[in-house]
């Protein structure tokens, strides 16, 4: 397993933006498929976005068009910013690694968490 550490949530108001990083250790970063999910205070852990070693990207239909996943092989981070953030986007946000196959990605290590809250 790889170990993940968050950073960069916080407090923003609806409308704002916030841009996580994930930083991963290990040298076999690049063969990884990285994620984020959140959860939100009485409901189900949710995938909201991956990215795969070859860059193809999937994101849930609630964040798509407003977050956009990247990745930087040579700092071992994998990145999500956030834009136009609504209050329901307050949650906890995970970084995660994992493996992709057959159209879907299955998280084996996770982070610890960072929280996001949107509020006026």
């Known amino acids: 397993q790889v170990q993940l550490v968050e950073f960069g949530g916080g407090l923003v108001q609806p409308g704002g933006c916030l841009r996580l990083?994930?930083?991963?250790?290990?040298?076999?970063?690049?063969?990884?498929?990285m994620g984020w999910y959140r959860q939100a205070p009485g409901k189900q852990r949710e995938l909201v976005a991956f990215?795969?070693?070859?860059?193809?990207?999937k994101y849930a239909d609630s964040v798509k068009g407003r977050f956009t996943i990247s990745r930087d092989n040579a700092k071992n981070t994998v990145y999500l910013q956030m834009n136009s953030l609504k209050p329901e986007d307050t949650a906890v946000y995970y970084c995660n690694a994992g493996t992709y196959s057959a159209g879907s990605y299955y998280p084996d290590s996770w982070g610890q968490g960072t929280q996001v809250t949107v509020s006026s």
């Open positions: 990215i795969t070693s070859g860059s193809t990207t």
């Open positions: 990083a994930c930083a991963a250790s290990g040298s076999i970063f690049m063969f990884y498929t």
